[in-house]
């Protein structure tokens, strides 16, 4: 167990339908981050922020995709009218200013999102 | 994107050394070696990471080469709880990381 959860564990929902994950870090961490990862290809990166701001996001976050952290603690990743293709885990982080200004990343268990 | 290159899966006996190397032919001077792996279906765990020196934790041991464009990650006793995909991620600031594919290992009994 690192320190990152996320909620919810598994999700199945029809297409079209929205869907809303949580993530919350390490408590004193102060970058989030969200990857996605589709079956045999490693995490992709999604998004990031540092405290409240969203600092860069990928080309893979479409319109469909919105993440939040609004108060610089937890975060949302939400995902409107849901195709299938978006079928993946998603994979949140955290990270702070760590050994000689490197910054590992420590990751949560992942929400697996099936849309049917 | 890719600046890593690693073999696709490796095989190590129970018990032995576990070496996986990595190519980052196009590393910069101020880019950090990291290391992670993915046990299935859980989210990848930090595994060390490194600058120039050399760098050994609990978990492992991070050789890099004195030109920095190669390095290999030692597990030094490995064990079945071992296998998983190891993925090798060079980067400056730590906020996108790029996995790739990563190189699966099997520890055999």
């Known amino acids: 167990d690192t320190g990152v959860s996320q909620d919810p564990r598994h999700k199945i929902t029809k297409r079209g339908q929205n869907v809303t994950f949580r993530c919350d870090p390490i408590?004193?961490?102060?970058?989030l981050y969200w990857y996605r990862q589709t079956l045999g290809q490693g995490p992709e990166f999604l998004t990031y922020f540092q405290n409240e701001a969203q600092l860069e996001k990928s080309r893979l976050l479409s319109d469909r995709f919105s993440a939040e952290r609004p108060k610089g603690s937890f975060s949302t990743l939400e995902i409107q009218r849901t195709e299938q293709g978006d079928s993946a885990m998603y994979l949140c982080?955290?990270?702070?200013?760590?050994?000689?200004?490197?910054?590992?990343?420590?990751f949560g268990p992942g929400t697996r999102l099936t849309v049917t | 994107d890719a600046k890593t290159t690693q073999p696709t899966s490796m095989d190590c006996a129970e018990g032995r050394a576990a070496n996986l190397p990595c190519n980052h032919s196009t590393i910069s001077g101020n880019e950090y070696v990291y290391w992670y792996r993915q046990i299935h279906s859980q989210g990848p765990q930090y595994i060390i990471h490194?600058?120039?020196n050399n760098e050994t934790n609990e978990m492992a041991s991070l050789i890099i080469t004195e030109d920095r464009k190669s390095s290999t990650l030692i597990l030094p006793h490995a064990t079945l709880r071992d296998t998983a995909v190891y993925y090798c991620?060079?980067?400056?600031?730590?906020?996108?990381?790029?996995f790739g594919t990563g190189t699966s290992l099997t520890v055999i009994p």
């Open positions: 982080a955290s990270s702070s200013l760590g050994w000689a200004d490197s910054y590992e990343q420590y």
């Open positions: 991620i060079v980067i400056y600031d730590g906020n996108q990381f790029y």
């Open positions: 408590s004193e961490h102060n970058r």
């Open positions: 490194g600058l120039k």
